[in-house]
């Protein structure tokens, strides 16, 4: 037995918090994290500070906002040096670290040149061919992404796309490889043998395991057996529509131009959905042979564990897809946390984000953080829900002319995208699915100006300046009308 718990972190891509059947989903199917959850705490208002892939995980990896850990608030951005990394940190405390799967770490090293791993010292690693994408598209080379290659020893070379999809494309179809050789079904296989043979080899140190999972992010390509345990019919209509969208951040009209997500009719957005409830079943049941084999290995009492995700997708609401903004559907995320000790079947209001994270992990094991971070520990919220932690959430995206900033005090939220300037304000309690924009209300000054002066406080707090513009917020201009005449792009087509 290890002297200092173990930690294994399931990390998904692109998974709103409400998918989840523990987050109140009456549809989706997701049993092992239902019983995850019932085993440990469920966040309830647990939000990513940036709803893009990178950044995101720049915060979680560092504890801190990403304009402090990157200088990047946008999809890039190499963590600084000096920053906490959290491999690095647990690595230097004397744990073995492993990462199996995603991590999103860049800029990607070409090939014959190390990977950035942050700490990791042992990696199976997929990028959802981005790597093989950006230095070998036609994939004639070997040691770009272990995916790949565990694709091509296996048979199914060039298959792994070959539905044609791209990875920001929310046009669906199943996978072409046999339902074992799906991506996820490899992290977590990757992800049962790093835990065995570290418990043969190594019992008594303790270990840092990341199941980082590409999935349910784009493209929608489950095994077909997994869409086939629903029905389209009973899929939930998206929440709003389309003509909702001018007054709100133009990113979403924007991704409707520039994606086609225009031309899907609302049938459609309800496939799209399905594959998606699709994809998260999956993976439940991945996250559950993952599980099963923690206990097989008698590690389970001896472990943290963490399921989160970087950020959502708004899977056709207001007729939008993808991430980016801060409507609960991009920037509400699941944190499922579980720890030798913790309460059963509890569940937290706190306001809490990924870059909270690290801290607690530092705390909770005992291997205390070096230089004090952004984000907070959650051991005091993790026994009791009373306990205090933060009265508003930050949440930052996106560099200039098209920065966006949100606070939520757990009832009211304030979003503020720089382009317009435009502004967004949601009362949650009577109004949880946004669908009344208040800013646009008549008589609403009042409280956008009591909301404005908390956002600048806010960022002027964490250290967020470019937010600000003298005593105000940072403005840029913006014309909807020529979103209208955009061109298509952006859709990631390619072969691997």
């Not at 799967?101 to 014959?112: C, D, I, R």
């Not at 946004?434 to 646009?440: G, Y």
Request: hydrophobic fraction near 35%.
């Amino acid at each position: 037995m290890a002297s200092r718990p173990n930690i294994l972190i399931f990390f998904a891509d692109q998974l709103r918090a409400d998918a989840l059947g523990c987050y109140g989903n009456p549809v989706c199917q997701t049993p092992h994290l239902d019983a995850l959850a019932a085993s440990g705490v469920a966040f309830e208002n647990a939000f990513t500070p940036n709803p893009i892939c990178v950044p995101a995980r720049a915060s979680l990896t560092t504890g801190n906002y990403s304009h402090r850990a990157t200088g990047v608030k946008d999809n890039g951005g190499l963590i600084r040096d000096g920053q906490p990394k959290l491999a690095a940190h647990f690595a230097a405390h004397g744990y073995a670290t492993y990462a199996c799967g995603k991590l999103h770490y860049v800029p990607y090293a070409p090939p014959s040149q190390p990977r950035l791993l942050h700490g990791f010292q042992h990696c199976d690693l997929t990028e959802s061919g981005r790597l093989v994408n950006q230095f070998d598209p036609k994939g004639t080379r070997r040691g770009l992404e272990d995916y790949i290659d565990y694709l091509a020893d296996a048979g199914w070379a060039g298959y792994s796309r070959a539905h044609g999809v791209g990875n920001n494309d929310v046009r669906p179809c199943p996978t072409p490889l046999p339902p074992e050789l799906h991506v996820d079904h490899w992290v977590a296989d990757c992800t049962i043998r790093r835990l065995r043979e570290h418990r043969a080899r190594r019992a008594g140190q303790p270990f840092l395991l990341w199941c980082g999972f590409p999935k349910p992010h784009a493209p929608l390509d489950p095994p077909s057996e997994f869409v086939q345990r629903y029905d389209v019919r009973g899929i939930p209509a998206p929440f709003g529509d389309e003509s909702m969208l001018a007054d709100r951040n133009p990113d979403i009209a924007r991704t409707r131009i520039t994606h086609g997500l225009d031309s899907l009719s609302p049938a459609a957005r309800r496939v799209a959905k399905m594959y998606y409830y699709a994809l998260i079943t999956h993976q439940d049941e991945q996250v559950g042979r993952v599980l099963a084999a923690l206990d097989a290995a008698g590690a389970a009492d001896e472990t943290i564990v963490i399921f989160t995700a970087d950020h959502g997708d708004l899977m056709g609401d207001f007729g939008g897809f993808f991430k980016c903004t801060f409507l609960e559907g991009s920037a509400h995320v699941p944190l499922i946390l579980r720890a030798p000790g913790s309460p059963r079947g509890d569940r937290r209001k706190q306001l809490v984000g990924l870059q909270d994270i690290l801290p607690t992990l530092a705390a909770l094991t005992g291997c205390p953080l070096e230089h004090e971070v952004q984000g907070l520990d959650l051991g005091a919220t993790l026994r009791s829900g009373e306990a205090p932690l933060r009265d508003l959430f930050y949440g930052q995206c996106g560099d200039a002319p098209s920065q966006c900033a949100m606070v939520f005090d757990g009832h009211w939220k304030y979003c503020y995208a720089q382009e317009g300037p435009t502004e967004e304000l949601y009362d949650l309690a009577s109004d949880p699915h946004e669908l009344v924009n208040l800013a646009s209300s008549p008589g609403g000054e009042a409280l956008l100006r009591h909301w404005r002066e908390r956002l600048i406080a806010e960022a002027r707090r964490l250290g967020d300046t470019a937010l600000l513009d003298g005593g105000g917020l940072a403005s840029a201009p913006l014309d909807r009308e020529a979103i209208r005449r955009l061109p298509l792009g952006g859709f990631g087509w390619r072969w691997f």
